[in-house]
């Protein structure tokens, strides 16, 4: 597929409590609740801070706008980690 056929797509943008710097994109039909519940216990309390349509011509500060709009066409959501792998080592390990 090239880029130029990649229709935009829309997204809700959630900050995840477990981990600064953590983001949830989600589609906007896609209810939180719905969502797997591991993935759910590792973001914690989800809070929308804005909403998006990604499209090929879009840049995000901190990842592929092209796999963004992939993992939302395939899954419905994308978890962006915090940048250089520095993940909380209780979301790892599932200490509290």
Not at 11 to 19: A, L, N, P, T
Request: hydrophobic share 40%; charged share 15%; aromatic share 6%.
């Amino acid at each position: 597929m090239s880029v130029t056929s990649v229709a935009p797509v829309a997204c809700v943008v959630y900050r995840c409590s477990q981990q600064p710097e953590m983001y949830l994109y989600l589609r906007p039909d896609l209810p939180t609740t719905d969502l797997p519940p591991p993935l759910l216990a590792k973001v914690g309390r989800l809070t929308p801070v804005m909403n998006l349509e990604l499209s090929p011509d879009r840049r995000l500060a901190r990842v592929d706008v092209l796999r963004v709009i992939e993992a939302i066409g395939s899954s419905g959501y994308f978890l962006q980690l915090p940048p250089n792998g520095a993940v909380n080592a209780r979301l790892n390990f599932g200490g509290g």
